[in-house]
Nanobody, 117 residues
């Protein structure tokens, strides 16, 4: 069965760091562009970062440029989001997404990141 499972969220102080992981299974991971989205309380889901298939190209939301780094390890079917210099406004549920043209997007269950003042 197809799965994307996020992990690594938690509570961190402003200025701190977290690394999120998303492990995929049940599909050809390397064929999918991988993205991280987030949804803050009371707000719509927004795209945070994307890494292309099978890797190399990356894109970031302006709000996280210079602070977050997306990477992938296709041998491990895992995409990461290194989050540095965290701010309270980064508080959100972070979701992993797998995208491939002509295929259904796949979503993880989300992992909560809470950044305190």
């Amino acid at each position: 069965q197809v799965q994307l499972v996020e992990s690594g969220g938690g509570l961190v102080q402003a200025g701190g760091s977290l690394r999120l992981s998303c492990a995929g299974s049940g599909f050809t991971f390397s064929s999918y562009a991988m993205s991280w989205y987030r949804q803050a309380p009371g707000k719509e889901r927004e795209l945070v970062a994307t890494v292309g298939s099978p890797g190399g190209s990356t894109n970031y939301a302006d709000s996280v440029k210079g602070r977050f780094t997306i990477s992938r390890d296709n041998a491990k079917n895992t995409v990461y989001l290194q989050m540095n210099s965290l701010k309270p406004e980064d508080t959100a549920v972070y979701y992993c997404n797998a995208y491939r043209p002509m295929y259904r997007s796949r979503w993880g269950q989300g992992t909560l990141v809470t950044v305190s003042e």
